[in-house]
């Protein structure tokens, strides 16, 4: 009974390298998010995906891309990874509009 | 978009005493207010939820009041004990998308 599984759980990167985090869930939800979480700001949308096939953006969309792979995995992409995108990010699912079930997190250093 | 604000940021109470915790929202639209609890080092996990046709919700110690009128909603935690001490987060849900506060580090003192 896995729920919303994340890798890597944690990355150190340099400045202008690229990385993708992967997230998969095992609930049969339609929809995924990632979100990024800052000090003092709380979680922030980065992108989501409403079913299997679309994607949107989030509140802050820019300097990712993300890709819906099947139902089950959503996938976040930095192409050039930059010290502003040091965070924590968590990745989400959910049936229509019920609670979401989040993932354990990706801690994220570039530098 | 949706807009909200969470109140207070930390949060200290002696164990056994009452917790409360308050969330604006500037969309009259949500409909969708659910808390989430966050341990350190985990991700955020659903305790309590509501939706915009009920004003009170109740599961054992904790309980959610919604004021749709004045566009607040609340989290009470009774008889806290230490292993509430976490950070809580509040959110609306507009158009299927949660926007959340910025959380309260809530201690509960032995």
């Known amino acids: 009974n896995a729920g919303v599984t994340q890798t890597p759980k944690f990355q150190v990167l340099k400045t202008g390298q690229s990385m993708t985090l992967q997230c998969a869930q095992d609930?049969?939800?339609?929809?995924m998010y990632w979100y990024r979480q800052d000090p003092g700001m709380g979680l922030r949308l980065i992108y989501y995906?409403?079913?299997?096939?679309?994607?949107d953006k989030g509140e802050v969309p820019n300097g990712y891309n993300v890709s819906r792979l099947n139902k089950r995995e959503f996938s976040l992409r930095l192409e050039s990874a930059a010290p502003s995108q040091t965070s924590v990010y968590f990745c989400?699912?959910?049936?229509?509009?019920?609670?979401?079930?989040f993932g354990s997190g990706t801690r994220l250093t570039v530098v | 978009g949706e807009n909200v604000e969470q109140h207070p940021s930390t949060l200290s109470v002696q164990e056994g005493d009452s917790a409360v915790i308050k969330c604006t929202y500037s969309?009259?639209?949500?409909?969708?207010f659910p808390w989430y609890k966050q341990e350190l080092g985990k991700g955020p996990q659903l305790i309590i939820d509501?939706?915009?046709?009920?004003g009170e919700k109740k599961d054992q110690r904790i309980a959610v009041t919604l004021n749709k009128t004045a566009k607040h909603f609340s989290l009470h935690i009774t008889e806290t004990q230490p292993e509430d001490s976490a950070v809580y987060f509040c959110?609306?849900?507009?158009?299927?998308?949660?926007?959340f506060g910025s959380g309260t580090q809530l201690t509960v003192l032995p």
């Open positions: 989400a699912s959910s049936e229509g509009q019920a609670g979401y079930t």
């Open positions: 609930m049969n939800h339609n929809s």
């Open positions: 995906s409403a079913s299997e096939g679309t994607t």
């Open positions: 969309d009259s639209a949500s409909n969708y």
């Open positions: 509501i939706r915009s046709n009920v």
């Open positions: 959110a609306a849900t507009l158009d299927r998308q949660l926007t």
